[in-house]
T-cell receptor, first 113, second 117 residues
Framework: GENVEQHPSTLSVQEGDSAVIKCTYS??????FPWYKQELGKRPQLIID?????GEKKDQRIAVTLNKTAKHFSLHITETQPEDSAVYFC????????????FGTGTKLQVIP | GAVVSQHPSWVICKSGTSVKIECRSL??????MFWYRQFPKQSLMLMAT?????????EQGVEKDKFLINHASLTLSTLTVTSAHPEDSSFYIC?????????????FGPGTRLTVT
């Protein structure tokens, strides 16, 4: 089955700086890579996703890059704000079967005002 | 659109009793629903996948006789934790996916906090 690794587990940045979270996956059949933000006690919220036919996607301060050859993808948050503080999960899925999603281990991001 | 609800939002039960958690898609037909368990400071771990009208597919290591899943309609799936024990205390989250498209997004419910005393 798919295995998704995520680094770092914790990340502290000063407000206004950039934050980068990196993930690797094992299953070459995976072709959909969503990123979720989860606040304490709440449901995960999809913040951005990327499909395997695209190398990079950007949405305002958030961008994701994908390297299919190396099987890794990254989340970039620029101009971080205190409200960006949360746990972020990367995930991988493929279009076969039930399209189940395998989550990474999570990164706790703290933005220091 | 694409709203998923869960009930109850939290529940406390005594060891040995059973607890049922409901997951509903409110404005779309959910062909597939997923049940996750999340322990404190950990990731979401998929427990099982259910499709309407068929038996659930459980992930390795998840006891199907302990975690009963029923997907009786296109808008409702239930998870019953039977003979609950303190180690079953966790945050249970469902997600639902609708019809159509190759890459259907999953919509998550708000989660149910289960505490077994």
């Amino acid at each position: 089955g798919e295995n998704v690794e995520q680094h770092p587990s914790t990340l502290s940045v000063q407000e206004g700086d950039s934050a980068v979270i990196k993930c690797t996956y094992s299953d070459s059949a995976s072709n959909y890579f969503p990123w979720y933000k989860q606040e304490l006690g709440k449901r995960p919220q999809l913040i951005i996703d990327i499909r395997s036919n695209v190398g990079e996607k950007k949405d305002q301060r958030i961008a994701v890059t994908l390297n299919k050859t190396a099987k890794h993808f990254s989340l970039h948050i620029t101009e971080t704000q205190p409200e960006d503080s949360a746990v972020y999960f990367c995930a991988a899925s493929n279009s076969g079967g039930y399209q189940k999603v395998t989550f990474g281990t999570g990164t706790k991001l703290q933005v220091i005002p | 659109g694409a709203v998923v609800s869960q009930h109850p939002s939290w529940v406390i039960c005594k060891s040995g009793t059973s607890v049922k958690i409901e997951c509903r898609s409110l404005d779309f037909q959910a062909t597939t629903m997923f049940w996750y368990r999340q322990f404190p400071k950990q990731s979401l771990m998929l427990m099982a996948t259910s499709n309407e009208g068929s038996k659930a597919t459980y992930e390795q290591g998840v006891e199907k006789d302990k975690f009963l899943i029923n997907h009786a309609s296109l808008t409702l799936s239930t998870l019953t934790v039977t003979s609950a024990h303190p180690e079953d205390s966790s945050f249970y989250i469902c997600s639902a996916r609708g019809r159509g498209g190759a890459f259907n997004e999953q919509y998550f419910g708000p989660g149910t906090r289960l505490t077994v005393t």
